[in-house]
């Protein structure tokens, strides 16, 4: 089996959360088995949540996030969380069950150093056979960048925000 | 009803298709109706046929176009079926159905200028209230780019070709 490769997804556009779904949809296409881990829980019942359950003897979906930047009033509550879900991540890479896991909005975990990101970067090197990892979110670190095999930046060239059009069902959430 | 947004994914990073499979899935996850037509054929099987089988009921998953660059030795014959593709996507644009019609891989078609690009702008500005209209591929143009809602340019930083390490199942099809 071949050594898996690392994606990254960063940049301030549109499309790496939605590019990590798509991977995850190719993957199960091929009746691969993945962990679809969202590190950044928003308010609303996301459409991919619902979309997911359709492949639900192939993709393990959770979120194991928080608030939108994990901030809040009580730092050792978020720092824990955020350790214990990328315990869970570790597991998920490590378990041999997967061939695919995907950390979604993870680099803001590694840049508000809710989990110390030396450790994090030794486990994704050190990540089994066959075992692709892909991360998403904003500002990737440059250690994670340089390790990755793979990184696109999507970049805002446009966004409806600017012309003050609302977030809409089904596109952004 | 409100005004579906015009999306373009562009640029020469991996990201454009998978983002748009995320967004047919998020959509979908809402009930939404989706038209998914790829412009350009490869000759794998891609992974996201059959996964796109799962929602059958929601999303009408087609592939509508020849080869990699739509490059034969028959231009015409070329230029008459991709113009007979645009005929089917502008159908299902005007048609009431779909409340996403995604062209994937449509720039090809217009910077090859298979297909009139005044008439494709002046009939994805005429698109009924409630339909969004994503379209992906690498150099989007210019006269696209101005009239969309939201641009994302996926910017190759690093590619696993680079490296030497070839596609793989599951990722890049």
């Known amino acids: 089996m071949k ?3 690392l994606m990254v997804f960063t940049g301030n556009g549109k499309g790496k959360t ?5 991977l995850a949809m190719r993957a199960a296409g091929h009746s691969m088995k993945v962990a679809f881990y969202q590190f950044i829980k928003g308010s609303w019942k996301y459409g991919e949540m619902e979309a997911m359950k359709r492949f639900s003897d192939l993709v393990d979906f959770q979120v194991l996030g928080r608030g939108f930047t994990w901030q809040s009033d009580d730092l050792e509550k978020d720092k824990a969380l955020a350790k214990s879900a990328w315990e869970k991540a570790k597991e998920a890479i490590f378990s041999g069950k997967y061939h695919m896991v995907i950390l979604d909005e993870f680099t803001y975990v590694l840049n508000y150093e809710m989990v110390d990101q030396d450790e994090v970067l030794t486990a994704l090197k050190a990540r089994p056979q066959g075992v692709h990892v892909v991360i998403t979110g ?3 670190p440059e250690a994670l960048l340089n390790m990755a095999d793979l990184v696109t930046e999507m970049k805002e060239i ?8 609302k977030a809409q069902k089904g596109v952004e959430f």
């Open 138 to 140: 904003r500002n990737a």
């Open 158 to 165: 446009k966004h409806p925000y600017q012309k003050g059009i």
């Open 18 to 22: 939605t590019s990590a779904l798509g």
């Open 3 to 5: 050594k898996g490769l």
